[in-house]
């Protein structure tokens, strides 16, 4: 599996993850269409398989470079090292954009998806009444997702590692959105937001050698919180990852059936035109989060109006998401080809 990469191969590796971790962040966005289009899917599925008993074996025995060999360790490296990265700098740049330009925001992730779903379905040359009914359990999962009902916030521990091995299904199965399930969880604003800020907090505090936190129960509980959800998300990553590469497998026509479908389905989610419905208290008024941000419940999704200028930038924003997928994906196609 270990490949040799030459340095531009390592750039646009790091660039990928730098891709997966954006997507990953934004609710209704799947890391793992990014994985799928960008042609490193069944790559990344089987690299993540070989974290397993073997791998623990090896780990514990020291035999370090074995293990790296084992897992495929340069493609893993290369790909959380651009997650990494975008956690701490593209995601941040998206959430301004988000905050300021919602619509366009959603239309170009809408186009990105659309050329996601045509590009993955142009080189599918396997349907059959078989196909055609997974692609259509696929799509039926993907809208009934999107129209489920969030639940309320809940930091019980267990749940909080439940949250995280369903949540990182969105690096996995491409369609299926993480963010978009912690909101129907009912934990994405304990999980993304307040725990990752207490840990930006703590991070900052201990550079400046301040240990002042060690005295803060609220702090060292959302520290203990994105703990046991880090240890869910891993759990979880390998348990799919096994899974799905189990099923690739055995069924891989059908699997790559089921996820043209889910795609096509979150159409749904990211659909542009919606308005937030935030979550009230008892007196009927917008429940705050530490930030001091209204939590979203759900969306109230609408048809815009065509005579309306911002409509038709918003679909000019979803051609140039369509544009961008698909020449990401020519580009790659071309770079395989050399």
Same mark, same amino acid.
């Given at each position: 599996?270990?490949?040799?990469?030459?340095f531009?191969?390592?750039?646009?590796?790091?660039?990928?993850?730098?891709?997966?971790?954006?997507?990953n962040?934004? *609710?209704g966005?799947?890391g793992?269409?990014v994985?799928? $289009?960008?042609?490193?899917?069944?790559?990344?599925i089987?690299?993540?398989?070989?974290? #397993?008993?073997?791998?623990?074996?090896?780990?514990?025995?020291?035999?370090f !470079?074995?293990?790296?060999?084992?897992?495929?360790?340069?493609?893993?490296?290369?790909?959380?090292l651009?997650?990494?990265?975008?956690?701490?700098?593209?995601?941040?740049?998206?959430?301004?954009?988000? $905050?300021?330009?919602e619509?366009? $925001?959603?239309?170009?992730?809408?186009?990105?998806?659309?050329?996601?779903?045509?590009?993955?379905?142009?080189?599918?040359?396997?349907?059959?009444? #078989?196909?055609?009914?997974?692609?259509?359990?696929?799509?039926?999962?993907?809208?009934?997702?999107s129209?489920?009902? *969030?639940?309320?916030?809940?930091?019980?521990?267990?749940?909080v590692?439940?949250?995280?091995?369903?949540?990182?299904?969105?690096?996995?199965? *491409?369609?299926?959105?993480?963010?978009?399930?912690?909101?129907?969880?009912? #934990?994405?604003?304990?999980l993304? $937001?307040?725990?990752?800020?207490?840990?930006?907090?703590?991070?900052?505090e201990?550079?400046?050698?301040?240990?002042?936190?060690?005295?803060n129960?609220?702090?060292?509980?959302?520290?203990?919180?994105?703990?046991?959800?880090?240890a869910?998300?891993?759990a979880?990553?390998?348990?799919?990852?096994?899974?799905?590469?189990?099923?690739?497998?055995?069924?891989?026509?059908?699997?790559?059936a089921?996820? @043209?479908?889910?795609?096509?389905?979150?159409?749904?989610?990211?659909?542009p035109?919606?308005?937030?419905?935030?979550?009230?208290?008892? !007196?009927?008024?917008?429940?705050?989060?530490?930030?001091?941000?209204?939590? @979203?419940?759900?969306?109230?999704?609408?048809?815009?109006?065509?005579?309306?200028?911002?409509?038709?930038?918003?679909?000019?924003?979803?051609?140039?998401?369509?544009?961008?997928?698909?020449?990401?994906?020519?580009y790659?196609?071309? #770079?395989?080809?050399?």
């Amino acid at each position: 599996m270990q490949q040799t990469r030459t340095f531009t191969d390592k750039i646009l590796l790091v660039l990928k993850g730098l891709a997966m971790g954006a997507a990953n962040k934004v *609710p209704g966005v799947s890391g793992g269409v990014v994985a799928f $289009v960008a042609g490193f899917y069944e790559e990344f599925i089987y690299s993540l398989q070989k974290i #397993n008993l073997k791998a623990f074996k090896l780990l514990i025995s020291g035999r370090f !470079n074995s293990l790296y060999r084992y897992v495929n360790g340069k493609f893993l490296g290369l790909l959380i090292l651009g997650m990494l990265i975008s956690y701490f700098s593209v995601s941040k740049i998206l959430d301004y954009l988000i $905050v300021h330009y919602e619509l366009y $925001v959603w239309s170009a992730f809408f186009g990105m998806i659309i050329g996601s779903i045509y590009y993955i379905s142009k080189d599918f040359d396997e349907w059959d009444r #078989n196909s055609i009914i997974f692609a259509i359990l696929g799509i039926l999962g993907g809208i009934g997702i999107s129209f489920l009902e *969030p639940a309320r916030e809940n930091d019980n521990l267990w749940f909080v590692f439940v949250c995280g091995m369903i949540s990182v299904s969105g690096m996995t199965l *491409p369609g299926l959105s993480g963010s978009f399930i912690l909101i129907l969880l009912g #934990n994405y604003v304990l999980l993304l $937001v307040d725990s990752v800020n207490a840990l930006y907090d703590t991070i900052a505090e201990v550079i400046l050698l301040d240990f002042s936190f060690m005295n803060n129960s609220e702090r060292l509980r959302m520290l203990q919180v994105l703990l046991v959800f880090a240890a869910g998300s891993l759990a979880g990553l390998v348990s799919l990852s096994h899974l799905l590469g189990y099923v690739l497998k055995k069924r891989k026509k059908e699997t790559f059936a089921v996820i @043209i479908g889910f795609i096509t389905g979150s159409l749904g989610v990211v659909w542009p035109w919606k308005e937030k419905i935030y979550k009230l208290n008892e !007196n009927g008024k917008p429940l705050i989060d530490r930030e001091g941000n209204k939590i @979203i419940d759900n969306y109230d999704r609408y048809l815009p109006q065509i005579d309306n200028s911002e409509t038709w930038l918003a679909i000019f924003f979803i051609v140039i998401g369509i544009f961008i997928v698909l020449g990401l994906a020519w580009y790659e196609n071309r #770079n395989s080809k050399k």
